[in-house]
Each structure stands twice: as structure tokens, then as C-alpha cells.
């Protein structure tokens, strides 16, 4: 089945940009995207990147997509506290039923 | 508009209880889905539903069951709980997509259930 894998953690300081790395296995993936789960929270969309698309930039966020490696990458500039958070990356599938397979989740803690 | 609830909130349950826990969209979504989220492995699903009396099953279905007798709501149960369903569940929506158009799932504040 679908593999996608992430670290588990990250620490940055307050102020630096953060690098989530993501590595997917199933080459027909349409689209990826990142989650934000916040403690004790559900999940929610941060952006999503089409799978014909090397990058895509919303405001601090930069999604970059490397087709050829299966690696997917979340940049966050100018890190915040409010930041911290767990970060999920998810791949759709060729399936009929916009099934969602999630990472891990790398667990992002933000340094004052 | 409150999107995807979820009851209860937490539950502790014994070896061997059941018990349903409720996943309500208002938002007309065609697809709902059951997650469950553990240390060190994300999510996986449980199962999820393409339509109003549709179900199916997805990568960790052993011992649950679901109903989608009405589009709005989805149903997970427990016939007999195990420690091994200790887990934080979560319910998801989406709508469907052709080729070409982006989706966006939309989920729950999750459900915390303990059995011991």
C-alpha cells in the first residue's frame, strides 16, 4: 500500500524558517497536501500542491515538490510560537473515494 | 456553520463494552471517513462512506463497524472493545472531485476513547 513517511520532530527558534520533509511512494498521486493539528485539535488544511507543480508559495508557507524523488517539503519563514504545532503531509490516491493517506506527522516546537 | 462534530468528546470504556460514537457534517458532504491517530503513525482509516447507505472498508477496519443511514451523520461502533482501541478517533468530510479539481477534507476535534 501507500507509504508516506515524515520525521517525527523538529526544533527551530523563533524567528528561523522551519523545513518539513515528507517522502510519498505512490507515483499516480494527484494531489498533497499539509495538515496542522494544534494540540488537541482536528486536523486543518495549511495548502496543497497538485502533483503537475515543482512549488507553490501562500504567504510564510512554500510547498515544494520534487516528482522525480517522491519528496514533498513545507517551508515555514519567520517561525512563530504560534507555529508549533504537528504537521501532517497527505497524498490522494487513485481510488473513487478521495482517500487520504497521512504521514506520520512531524511534531514542529517553536523556541522562544 | 459547524462543520464536522464529533461525540463524545472522551470516553473510557471496558474490555468487552460497546459503544457508538457519532460523526455530524453540515456542510453536504458526499464523503465521510473514520480515522484513527496514534503515537508515531499518523492516521489511518478505519472505514468511510461515498454516499448516504454506502460503506467500506479502509486499512485498520478489524472491529469496528459503520452505518451512513443518513447523509449528514456517520456512525463508528465497538461491538467489544480491546485495549488495543485506545486511540484518539477522528472523523472526516469532504466532497468529490473529478480529475483536476482540488479536495479538501474537514475534520472533527476527535474523539479520546481509553478502554482498560
Known amino acids: 500500500g501507500e507509504d508516506v513517511e515524515q520525521s517525527l520532530f523538529l526544533s527551530v527558534r523563533e524567528g528561523d524558517s522551519s523545513v518539513i520533509n515528507c517522502t510519498y511512494t505512490?507515483?499516480?498521486?494527484?494531489?498533497l497536501y499539509w495538515y496542522k493539528q494544534e494540540p488537541g485539535a482536528g486536523l486543518q488544511l495549511l495548502t496543497y500542491?497538485?502533483?503537475?507543480?515543482d512549488m507553490k508559495q501562500d504567504q510564510r508557507l512554500t510547498v515544494l515538490l520534487n516528482k522525480k524523488d517522491k519528496h514533498l517539503s513545507l517551508r515555514i519563514a519567520d517561525t512563530q510560537t504560534g507555529d508549533s504545532a504537528i504537521y501532517f503531509c497527505?497524498?490522494?490516491?487513485?481510488?473513487?473515494?478521495?482517500?487520504?493517506?497521512f504521514g506520520t506527522g512531524t511534531r514542529l516546537t517553536v523556541i522562544p | 456553520n459547524a462543520g464536522v462534530t464529533q461525540t463524545p468528546k472522551f470516553r473510557v470504556l471496558k474490555t468487552g463494552q460497546s459503544m457508538t460514537l457519532l460523526c455530524a457534517q453540515d456542510?453536504?458532504?458526499?464523503?465521510m471517513y473514520w480515522y484513527r491517530q496514534d503515537p508515531g503513525m499518523g492516521l489511518r482509516l478505519i472505514h468511510y462512506s461515498v454516499g448516504e447507505g454506502t460503506t467500506a472498508k479502509g486499512e485498520v477496519p478489524d472491529g469496528y463497524n459503520v452505518s451512513r443511514l443518513k447523509k449528514q451523520n456517520f456512525l463508528l461502533g465497538l461491538e467489544s472493545a480491546a485495549p488495543s482501541q485506545t486511540s484518539v478517533y477522528f472523523c472526516a468530510s469532504s466532497y468529490p472531485t473529478g480529475k483536476g479539481l482540488d479536495t479538501e477534507a474537514f475534520f472533527g476535534q476527535g474523539t479520546r476513547l481509553t478502554v482498560v
Open positions: 500542491i497538485f502533483s503537475n507543480m
Open positions: 456542510m453536504n458532504h458526499e464523503y
Open positions: 505512490d507515483s499516480s498521486s494527484t494531489y
Open positions: 497527505a497524498e490522494i490516491t487513485q481510488t473513487g473515494a478521495n482517500n487520504l493517506f
